[in-house]
């Protein structure tokens, strides 16, 4: 059958051509919608997959940042030995210098202070009210936002004590201070900080028959 139309001929020369390939041209038509689905559906899932891998990956790694503050006695050993030719007890001139940087450089918000004190601790520097001769004892202070660990080594006392700390604002005259508490029945001297740094923190109670404590920053 010839068909004629504006000068344009079209021939056919077998009515079923035009059926088989009309089918043919729906397959491959369907084929395409089908991948085309697939890749929609699946291109996501590589994109969640890592960042579910991603995100196990931070948690691990965060787990085990704060691993590094649960065993204080990690990279840290000291033996307590009492000496009576030395003279600990008595604040040295480098123990003095540091605590007076420390006075004028000190943290003077609440805030600030808490950040600063998560970490590690070493006991650098010590003096006594009554006695020179006493050695320094050992000490490492453990702080994470929930509780602080004191491993202390005197020559009467080997302890490690765990137990939630705050910081506590006080007036002394006319100056705002503040003090780091522990929360509990416990009071223990040897962390009773009133000042506080970026590097160091020390309490120092001589003055009135006390002690000095002098911690600083070690991790």
Known sequence: MNYSKRNVKFEITNPLDCVRASSKSKSLDNQKIRDFNLKVYWYPFPNILSCCILVIFLIVVGACGDGEYLNPRADYDCTFVQNDRTMDGLIDDTEQAIMRSC??????????????????????????????????????????????????????????????????????GDKKQFRLNLLGDNYVHEIAMTQFCDEYMFSNFTPSDGNMYLYQKVR
């Open 103 to 172: 006075t004028r450089n000190a943290l003077t918000s609440k805030m600030a202070i808490e950040q600063n004190l998560i970490g590690e601790w070493e006991l650098v520097g010590f003096g006594h009210g009554w006695v020179a001769r006493t050695s320094k004892p050992c000490g490492y202070l453990t702080v994470t936002k929930s509780d602080l660990t004191l491993e202390l080594k005197t020559n009467d006392t080997d302890t490690i004590i765990t137990q939630a700390w705050k910081i506590e604002g006080t007036i002394w």
